[in-house]
């Protein structure tokens, strides 16, 4: 079956340090990979989007490349915001955007 | 962006007893909503998927005779927990499917249910 793995957390950083959270994942066919974030108290909200091997979702300064030979889609920000805290969740989808698989989630916290 | 509301946010009942959960598209038509369940530290399950005018189709184990699903028009859909037991607290979230922009699925804030 189709399974999404990402590190635990919660991670916590200091202001403008280098974030890594990692993601792989497990599909039958050739998925498309998703990074979702909820901020508190809303809705997860679609962060950036990769559809094929060796693609570089980004939004926000945050990327994530997807990369089929080591089955990963790790997220990454070269210098991190007390705003970018909230929990992200990495995701797959074999049709589209539709019936995602998500991972467990991970917290981020960012202090000043 | 595309905005989904749920209602309500939060609810308490007793067991033996039914809640019923909205997911409303508020600016845009989805003819697809989605509902999914969060267990603490758990990744979101998908439930059912949930298609306009048709009846819901549901993930491998989840009981349909005990969560129903309405989809009654395009920008509604509904979730009731019939006869909710302890084990049914939980936090539903619904998301919706923008078919005709950004194809893209759009997710509501989340309902917690508590069971007594």
């Known amino acids: 079956g189709n399974s999404v793995t990402q590190m635990e957390g919660p991670v916590t950083l200091s202001e403008e340090a280098f974030l890594t959270i990692n993601c792989t994942y497990t599909a039958t066919g050739y998925p498309s990979l998703f990074w979702y974030v909820q901020y508190p108290g809303e809705g997860l909200q679609l962060l950036l989007k990769?559809?094929?091997?060796?693609d570089k979702g980004s939004n926000k300064g945050f990327e994530a490349t997807y990369r089929k030979e080591t089955t990963s889609f790790h997220l990454e920000k070269g210098s991190v915001q007390v705003s970018d805290s909230a929990v992200y969740f990495c995701?797959?989808?074999?049709?589209?955007?539709?019936?995602?698989?998500f991972g467990t989630g991970t917290r981020l916290t960012i202090i000043p | 962006g595309a905005v989904v509301s749920q209602h309500p946010s939060r609810v308490i009942c007793k067991s033996g007893t039914s809640v019923k959960i909205e997911c409303r598209s508020l600016?845009?038509?989805?003819?697809?909503m989605f509902w999914y369940r969060q267990f603490p530290k758990k990744s979101l399950m998908l439930m059912a998927t949930?298609?306009?005018?048709?009846?819901?189709?549901?993930e491998q184990g989840v009981e349909k005779d005990k969560f129903l699903i309405n989809h009654a028009s395009l920008t509604l859909s509904t979730l009731t927990v019939t006869s909710a037991h302890p084990e049914d607290s939980s936090f539903y979230i619904c998301s919706a499917y923008y078919s005709s922009g950004a194809n893209e699925q759009f997710f509501g804030p989340g309902t917690r249910l508590t069971v007594l």
């Open positions: 600016d845009f038509q989805a003819t697809t």
């Open positions: 995701a797959l989808s074999l049709f589209g955007n539709e019936k995602l698989t």
């Open positions: 949930s298609n306009e005018g048709s009846k819901a189709t549901y």
């Open positions: 990769a559809t094929k091997a060796d």
